[in-house]
């Protein structure tokens, strides 16, 4: 499975990107997906993640409220979203998407199988 991510850019301090991830194929569909970033000299840490019939969604405490993260299993490529609004210039980062071993949505980077390249945002202050 090879996933796609876009979206990404350069925004002020309180504007919004949409995220999207596509899938190659439609093997996702059964599986939680999860977007991650990572800031320079950081590690990669979670963001949000949504179950596989989106049911379920889970995200970090600093982006709850401001971050939603949706998913549209009816279209070819099963393409998940990360709407952002409310950006700070602390979620600059490269933003990953990753496909999980299970249908259960997690907050661990060993549960997901199968990364985008990422897709790069900067909030400018």
């Known amino acids: 499975v090879q996933l796609q991510a876009s979206g990404g850019g350069l925004v002020q301090t309180g504007g919004s990107l949409r995220l999207s991830c596509a899938a190659s194929?439609?093997?996702?569909?059964?599986?939680?997906v999860g977007w991650f970033r990572q800031a320079p000299g950081k590690e990669r840490e979670f963001v949000a993640a949504?179950?596989?019939?989106?049911?379920?969604?889970?995200?970090t405490d600093s982006v709850k409220g401001r971050f939603t993260i949706s998913r549209d299993n009816a279209n070819a490529r099963n393409t998940v979203y990360l709407q952002m609004n409310s950006l700070e210039p602390e979620d600059t980062a490269v933003y990953y998407c990753?496909?999980?071993?299970?249908?259960?949505?997690?907050?661990?980077?060993?549960?997901?199988?199968?990364w985008g390249q990422g897709t790069e945002v900067t909030v400018s202050s």
């Open positions: 194929r439609r093997t996702s569909s059964n599986n939680a």
């Open positions: 990753a496909v999980g071993r299970s249908s259960r949505p997690s907050a661990n980077l060993r549960d997901y199988a199968y």
């Open positions: 949504i179950s596989w019939n989106g049911g379920n969604t889970y995200y």
